[in-house]
């Protein structure tokens, strides 16, 4: 007998290819069966007829290392259909727990203590034992074993020793299952890393046929020349490469992705592999701290992070002074009487050195000629912190299929569900997910194409989609008419392993 069916609904299957009405049948947390008509009995039956059904959406840029395991119902990830995450983004990694916990900091203070964990291995361990509301895989972060190895930030290269301790860093993780390895060559300390120590690293990652995901050195004015050195990393250490939040900040910048997407698809066209992911926002989201430290503020370009005025910089969290969130850094520039980069360096010293932005300074044409790319995949980098974070942590799935498939058809639904879907699984090699496919975990989201969209804003950004009914996460409901109801079904997911 089965667990349940789920009748009527028009199924999207992950491939790209068009949908068609089929029923799907679940047992355990498998899907047992896609076939024109279930009648097999069944403990529980859905109407999902008007409904899209996909498979689960993975987000391949996931900030949540912490958050899994503070809050394990990840209700943010969990409305808008996210059913597995990959974490560790931008270099930001979890093991050592140490560096990690001091990293988190820099984001935002957990508000619980957490345990000590010991690797990588640990890590998962921990996210196995928590049980969260989703699936999790990980990327080991440079910044994390950079931080370990050299004893917190330091502006230099690493000692023989320091590397060697980076290396079984990177080893112990790619063994424990990680996915890839990320970096974050913008920020500290990784942005006193040399090429060469990357490509270092890199090896270890290729041998195990791990990713190379990188957030670039520069993503203003220098963006050719980080992509050209992101795919020299890729091809030297012998990784696949995945550009994370692939844009061109600042006006001055903007349409520069067209000649970085031509040097994707020459990559391509010589046979690498080489993908990017993207959240459907004009807005980037970063530490204030990270945005003055690359001269945002302060020159006519704007440096590695792109310009953007003070009146589009808006403070998303500032722990113990939630009454500043939601305001414009232009709004501390008149109180202060000070100009845009003292006055964020005043927020910084004075009220906390932890302080999260969203920085508008992207071109709408851009995001739409990126998402369109066939390089191109979808995440949040999302960071659910402080009352007004960043609307992505709520809106990004909801967002590509309300606002750029159905309104705007920049890209196709089963095209978007690809994107979402199988594409990040084979990309990081998570099996049996992100399809809806006979044998394969039953991760699965039903929407109404007609009416999905996000409900979050930059006012208003704690908010679900609409038009998401229904969430299932191997097997069981995480959300049921529209309702988060609270089961933690979620595992663990390590690289290559079922
Ligand atoms: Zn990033």
Known sequence: MLDLVIKGAMVVDGTGSPGSVIDVGIRGDRIEVVDQAVEAESAETLDASGLVLAPGFIDVHSHDDFHVLIEPEVRHNILQGITTVIVGNCGFGAAGSEAGKIQMKAINEPSVELPDWTGYSGYLDEVEKTSPSLNVAALVGHHTARREAMNGVADRPP?????????????EGMEAGAVGMSTGLVYEPGRYASTDEVVALGEIVGKYGGVYVSHMRDEGAGLLDSVRETLHIGKASGTPVQISHHKSVGKTNWGMVSQSLEMIEEAVSQGRDVTADQYPYTARSTMLFALVQNGTFNSS???AMGKS????????????YDEYEGRTLQSFVEEFDLPGEDAANKLL?????????????????????VMAHDSTMIGTDGLDRGSKPHPRAWGTYPRVLGKYVREEGVISLENAIHKMTQMPAEKFDIPN???IKEGYFADVVLFDPDSVIDG?????????????????????????????????????VRKGQI
């Not at 906390?352 to 044409?365: N, R």
């Not at 006012?459 to 229904?470: A, I, K, S, T």
């Not at 299932?472 to 079904?489: C, D, H, L, P, Y």
Request: aromatic share 4%; charged share 20%.
């Open 433 to 435: 997910r992100g399809l």
């Open 456 to 492: 979050a804003t930059y006012e208003n950004p704690r908010v679900g989609p609409q038009g998401m009914p229904h969430v299932i996460v191997n097997g069981s409901f995480a959300v049921k008419n529209g309702e988060q109801v609270g089961s933690r079904t979620g595992h663990a």
């Open 309 to 320: 005025d003070p009146s589009e910089v808006l403070l998303c969290s500032v722990p113990g």
């Open 301 to 303: 370009e704007g440096g």
């Open 349 to 369: 010293s004075e009220y906390s050195d932890a302080i999260l932005v969203a920085a508008f300074g992207m071109d709408e044409g851009d995001v739409r000629m």
């Open 159 to 171: 000692t023989d020793d320091e590397l060697k301790a980076m290396l079984a860093n990177v080893e």
